[in-house]
């Protein structure tokens, strides 16, 4: 997992580590129950205070992508709801595009496809 | 949170400067940036809590304890880096610890050596051999190996190059790791606090400018910069301090995201610096 903070950019420091560590979550480079790096062990690897990259957790925690057990440490939570509704969503658009692809290679208007689409929703139901 | 160190209502009278009314404080774990110009009273206010010089009123409280009552207790958990040399400059390190040994009830050799080696200083030298960087070294050493509880450091950087300050920043970041420790750093060189530094208490002619969290410093503080068209009395109310030049004006705002509502694309808005905040601060309108 990489973090890169800029000083430059608008974003506060906190949110640039929450939307990476989100982003490397969603993209499975680390996976639940997966140990992250100390708050104080963090900040000294990043070079900023601790304050921040404990509000960063703590926003990582509240949004329910972190879990952290006192004393021991933070871990990639297992069951975040969201999350995994993101990803499947994500899983869905691929297989939408897929399908509209196809699709247009035989000429399908979107008319037909939703018509198509419509009544499989109501069968499998 | 509790707090290692609280200051209330200090004052402190000489006959051509007044602290006045300092309060703020430290809480436990975390890394408190003092900075002020030269003569705003960061020594003094460090003087006092080592109750080095006696105070006229207020209180000063050090791990909950007052610092004129327990003032032996006090400094047996405070770690102390001045700026200017106190050691024996004839003697080497060995020398010069077993001087200070005593007075410590938690002294430990091992830790002491362990700092000697990483530092790599020379055991067998004497002190005046060495460098500015090499004191500063010697100092934390001392100040490391007797299990302190807060560090306490005035100017410790002050003359020393980027490099050195640099690999401080990295011993610094290592004390931290411990979340029982706080560290007070006081400072003119602000780019040194910008990094570690979680609180910043901003001194300036004895008072107080303010003491925050150096996130909502950095987030809402922002600098200005455009053609003098745009200043008018109404504009001008939203600015700290305003530099004017022929080609423009550059001025500090402490709320960034409404300078960015007026303004809009108008003028170049940028982030502060803490030396941007202190010298537009200090200096005012020029």
């Known amino acids: 997992m990489n973090i890169i903070i800029s000083n430059s950019s608008q974003d506060p420091i906190y949110e640039q580590i929450v939307i990476q560590i989100k982003t490397s979550i969603m993209k499975d480079e680390v996976s639940q129950g997966d140990a992250l790096p100390s708050i104080r062990g963090l900040a000294k690897e990043l070079r900023i205070s601790v304050i921040t990259t404990k509000r960063a957790y703590e926003e990582l925690e509240r949004d329910g992508f972190i879990e952290t057990v006192p004393g021991k440490g933070s871990y990639v939570s297992g069951q975040n709801k969201d999350l995994i509704r993101e990803k499947r ?27 198509m689409l419509a009544l499989l929703y109501t069968e499998t139901n | 949170m509790d707090n290692i160190l609280e200051i209330k209502d200090l004052t402190k009278s000489y006959k051509n400067f007044t602290l006045d009314n300092l309060a703020f404080n430290i809480p436990r774990g975390s890394v408190m940036g003092f900075i002020g110009p030269n003569g705003s009273g960061k020594s003094t206010t460090i003087k006092l809590i080592m109750n080095l010089i006696k105070r006229d009123s207020g209180d000063i409280n050090v791990f909950g304890l007052d610092n004129l009552k327990h003032n032996k ?15 024996y400059e004839e003697l080497n390190i060995m020398e010069m610890r077993n001087i200070l040994r005593p007075f410590y009830k938690n002294w430990d050799d091992n830790v002491f050596e362990q700092y000697i080696k990483d530092f790599e200083l020379p ?36 003359g020393l190059d980027p490099v050195f300050r640099s690999e401080l920043l990295d011993i610094l970041y290592n004390i931290i790791q411990d979340d029982n420790v706080s560290i007070l750093f006081s400072t003119h060189i602000t780019t ?33 910069k455009g053609s003098k068209e745009l200043l008018d009395n109404d504009t001008r109310q ?49």
């Open chain 2, 238 to 286: 939203e600015f700290i301090s305003i530099k004017e030049s022929n080609f423009g004006f550059e001025a500090l705002t402490k709320d960034i995201i409404k300078a960015r509502n007026i303004f809009k694309d108008n003028c170049i808005i940028e982030k502060a610096s803490l030396e941007d905040i202190m010298v537009y601060t200090v200096r005012g309108n020029v």
């Open chain 2, 192 to 224: 040194d606090l910008e990094k570690i530094a979680d609180y910043i208490t901003f001194i300036n002619k004895g008072k107080l400018v303010f003491t925050k969290t150096k996130d909502e410093i950095v987030e809402n503080y922002g600098l200005v």
């Open chain 1, 89 to 115: 969503l994500t899983a869905i658009e691929d297989k939408l595009t897929e399908v509209t692809t196809e699709s247009k290679l035989l000429n399908l208007s979107l008319e037909e496809l939703q018509s």
């Open chain 2, 73 to 87: 207790e006090i400094k047996q958990k405070i770690g102390f880096v001045y700026d200017e040399n106190y050691f």
């Open chain 2, 123 to 158: 055991k067998k030298n004497k002190i005046k051999s060495f460098s500015k960087g090499m004191k500063i070294k010697l100092s934390l050493a001392l100040a490391l190996c007797h299990n302190a509880e807060l560090i306490i450091m005035d100017e410790p950087t002050s």
